[in-house]
């Protein structure tokens, strides 16, 4: 299994332009779940999904989307983006049994100039 | 809502020395769970230990043990014999229990850890 995926690794946008980050899981995942870590914070949650279909909003989710049509996929989506939004995004994926742990990909660094 | 608080931002330890990492947390629910992440540099998220509410006995995995006091809100992480890839970012979280919290995390700011060789 490759895990948590994500893609790119790396992304500067300029000011307004919007982008998509990727995010796959092959665990057959119900759950899964967008973060962003700003400098020297812990990681906040801007979106989560707990199936195929069905998302909700998390701590921080002013200029972002998410979309779940499969129960692999979870991309963000940043349709303006703004300098606030330099960050670091985390996807991260669980299963339902209450007993397993959240599993996180690699990031992606995200700089918006 | 919780709150989950590491006020020490940055720690250093000899290698082959014991340090605790403390956290504490603000929380009115009686089940939950409590995690300490390891981030090294590379940004990984690494699970390094979970603790139950329910659970009296402290969990251990390894090298890395935790002090949990329920009732004081405090669950610190104890690094025995540190090796110099354990220099990291810390971050302890919370996970409710309670149905419908959807097992979303909330971190703390985190701490780094030097290891001094």
């Known amino acids: 299994n490759a895990g948590v995926t994500q893609t790119p690794k790396f992304r500067i946008l300029k000011i307004g332009q919007s982008m998509t980050l990727q995010c796959t899981q092959d665990m057959n995942h119900n759950y899964m779940y967008w973060y962003r870590q700003d400098p020297g914070m812990g990681l906040k949650l801007i979106y989560y999904s707990v199936g195929a279909g069905i998302t909700d909003k998390g701590e921080v989710p002013n200029g972002y989307n998410v979309s779940r049509s499969t129960t692999e996929d979870f991309p963000l989506r940043l349709e303006l983006a703004a300098p606030s939004q330099t960050s670091v995004y985390f996807c991260?994926?669980?299963?339902?049994?209450?007993?397993?742990?959240?599993?996180f990909g690699p990031g992606t660094r995200l700089t918006v100039t | 809502a919780q709150t989950v608080t590491q006020s020490q931002p940055e720690m250093s330890v000899q290698e082959a020395e014991t340090v605790t990492l403390s956290c504490t947390y603000d929380t009115s629910e009686s089940d939950y769970y409590l995690f300490w992440y390891k981030q090294p540099p590379s940004r990984q998220m690494i699970l390094v230990i979970r603790q139950e509410a329910y659970k009296q006995q402290n969990a251990t995995e390894n090298r890395f043990s935790v002090n949990f006091q329920k009732a004081a809100k405090s669950f610190s992480l104890k690094i025995s014999d540190s090796q110099l890839g354990d220099a990291a970012m810390y971050f302890c979280a919370y996970r409710s229990d309670r149905t419908g919290a959807n097992s979303k995390l909330t971190f703390g700011k985190g701490i780094t850890l030097s290891v001094r060789p």
């Open positions: 991260a994926s669980r299963n339902l049994d209450w007993n397993y742990e959240q599993y």
